[in-house]
């Protein structure tokens, strides 16, 4: 065999061995909606300057976070502990680890640590630059 034969014999297989392991990488759909935790479908979001923030929120045990709301989209995953959301209609939904919630939009609610440990949040913020990502009420 000559050289380019074996220099061409040797990239395919190196291509094949990256392309496997590139590919052996698990996926889970954590979330995929058109709507919030109650059902609020989303509206036509009209960002002209987009802004991406994702904050790590810790939440003490029997701690209770001041009643606010969100004017921008925004995803928690919870990464540990156990939280209860509470709207100001008294609506609840309660999650554990694992979990995801889309949060609500525009509507004022609070969270709370229902559980034995410190509740870990990663919260994906998206909306115009300059929006804050809560208002308390």
């Given at each position: ?35 919030t935790?109650d ?46 959301v ?17 949060e ?34």
């Open positions: 065999m000559n050289k380019t034969i074996k220099l061409v014999v040797v990239t395919l297989v190196m291509i094949l061995c990256t392309t496997i392991s590139a590919y052996s990488a698990e996926k889970n759909i954590l979330l995929k909606t058109t709507s935790w059902n609020a479908k989303y509206k036509k979001l009209k960002i002209k300057k987009p802004e991406v923030s994702v904050l790590k929120i810790i939440i003490n045990i029997n701690e209770e976070l001041p009643m606010h709301k969100h004017d921008l989209v925004n995803i928690a995953y919870v990464k540990k502990g156990t939280l209860t509470i709207t100001d209609d008294n609506k609840e939904i309660t999650l554990h680890e694992g979990e995801v919630l889309p609500l939009v525009g509507k004022y609610h609070y969270g709370k640590n229902t559980g034995n440990e410190p509740v870990e949040l990663i919260v994906f913020y998206i909306g115009e630059k300059g929006t804050p990502l809560s208002v308390n009420k």
